[in-house]
């Protein structure tokens, strides 16, 4: 089988040659025409009648080729960056608490605002289009190679902190691939308001608790979670 960028082709059993163009619209005309040409120049008539279960079968052997082609190919790919910080509803901050290796939601007074964490938004392009504005984007602490992600912890999704040694695995990544779980779809309700919901799992966003809670690390949750915050101000700084 020989593929070519326009087109492709498939050599058949002898008298029968067939080949389909990429646009969907006219895959059942190109492959009556050729057909009944490859039949005419062999001095033999027919019905294109006859043909009509072979003909299906090789219309949908092509689409279904074409589909996994074009699947594995599908990726996000990285647009731009940007600087940013992260403050919830309570205004309450970001901040990395390197011995755990979390990200705490602290409130910050005056002098200690510098502890608050800084964040390297990159955004992408969906692979495939979706009816919702949300933006799928990587989130990294800036000044270091560790990354937001969102994976399984005995089987809940939990938000991580991994080390990327190799940026370039994120500039383009494969929406079957387990690097999905450094994405997040984030939507803007409002102004620089946005909610981040994992890409990996769907339906569980990045969140913070109550102040009054004990609970300090960032985490995911579900949405609508009682004494969650999953809705965050989002400040760009660049």
Known sequence: ???????????LPQGL??????????????????IAMERLN??????????????????????????????????FSSKGEYECSVTDSENKCWVLNEGSMELHAMMLQGGSSYHKVHLNLSTYITPVPSETKARPVALGIKGSNLYLSCITSEGTPTLHLEEVADKEQLKSINHESDMVRFLFYKQDTGVDISTLESAHYRNWFISTALQQDNTKMVNMCQSATPNRFTTFTVQRHN
């Open 17 to 34: 040659d067939v080949e389909i163009s990429h646009h969907p619209i006219t895959l059942r005309c190109v492959a009556n025409l050729i």
């Open 42 to 75: 062999g001095g033999k008539g027919f019905a294109l009648g006859r043909d009509e279960s072979l003909l299906n079968f090789l219309l949908e052997s092509a689409v279904e080729a074409q589909t996994e082609r074009a699947s594995s190919r599908a990726a």
């Open 1 to 11: 089988m020989e593929f070519e960028s326009n087109s492709w082709s498939s050599k």
